[in-house]
């Protein structure tokens, strides 16, 4: 049976934090907690090997309202899987849910397996997730994930930025009454995205009213209920709305045409993301498409650089999206908006 670190730290009576860093020579264990560790260590037959022997690609979930059953990640996975394969590494999927009993096991595990170096897909990941990953023991690339208090080399959407420009889009299509269809689970890039909104209203001076952002589901079928809701209250809609994604705009759209809305000609509608299927929705929707195999494709090229073995210095990699025009916007003319 192979020894591992949670064994030598269950022999020892030291965390594995400590029995790792003892392992790999870092500062901060003094000199007769190390030589236990050490002695323990080649007492059991543990072998220190440094090299990366495989690519754990964790997936964290906090509630799945984004990632399970979700039309985005499987394309990153598969660039995460290609990438990984031609440069020669096993893949190893991993879920780790905050809501397990044992979550905090797992993480200790998975962070402190020398011979592995983590792709953290941190998309469902808030603030106060972070913590426990930023004491990893080896390598760890955080992918689709943001955080403001701890550093991680990270590959990302530019969303913010994307945003700006599927906004300015509808600016220059005559549009001044913009709303914004908001995803209810306030993911970091709903957040960016939701920026780059307000950025572009603020910058032309277009008032945001409250009658105009609708807070949808994040799932087709929850966006349609949503979306049905707020239609029947509301008492205006705006020319256009921009959405957190593909998925929302496309259940809203739905909504709006079971509520007797016209599809542009009523209301302008732009997703995110440039899932296959609003490539065929009726009208098929304009949105900013992202370049999800090559996102993951670059968090392995990342993980496995030689830059990044060697540097302490943590680098954020953004993939700049593009925006996709198709048929679910219309021009609004003479300022009849």
Partial sequence: ?????????????????????????????????????????????????????????????????????????????????????????????????????????????????????????????????????????NRIVLLDGRSEKYAFN??????????????????????????????????????????????????????????????VGTRIETAYQKMKEYLCRTKEVPTAFFADNDVIAIGSMQAMKECGYQIPEDISVIGFDDIAYGMVSDPPLSTVHVYKQELGARAVRELLSADGKNSEAKVKIQVCAEFIERGSVKEIKDGCN
């Fill in 154 to 215: 990270s590959v990302l959407i530019n969303d913010t930025e994307a945003a700006v420009e599927a906004m300015e889009y509808l600016v220059q299509k005559g549009h001044t009454r913009i709303g914004y269809l908001r995803g209810e689970s306030r993911i970091q890039a709903f957040r960016s995205r939701e920026k780059g909104y307000y950025q572009v209203m603020n910058q032309h001076g277009y008032p945001v009213q409250a009658q105009y952002i609708a807070t």
């Fill in 1 to 137: 049976m192979k020894v591992n670190i949670r064994r030598i730290s269950e022999d020892t009576g030291f965390s594995m934090s400590t029995v790792s860093n003892a392992l790999n020579h870092k500062k901060g264990v003094n000199k007769e907690t190390a030589e236990k560790i050490l002695k323990t260590a080649q007492k059991l037959g543990y072998r220190m090997e440094e090299e990366i022997t495989k690519i754990r690609f964790v997936i964290f979930r906090r509630d799945g309202l984004i990632i399970d059953e979700s039309f985005f990640h499987p394309a990153v996975i598969e660039g995460v899987e290609r990438q990984a394969k031609l440069m020669g590494y096993e893949m190893v999927f991993c879920y780790v849910d905050i809501n397990d009993a044992d979550y905090r096991e797992q993480l200790a595990d998975i962070l402190t397996d020398m011979q592995s170096a983590v792709i953290l897909l941190g998309t469902e990941m808030l603030e106060e997730d972070y913590e426990p990953y930023a004491g990893a023991q």
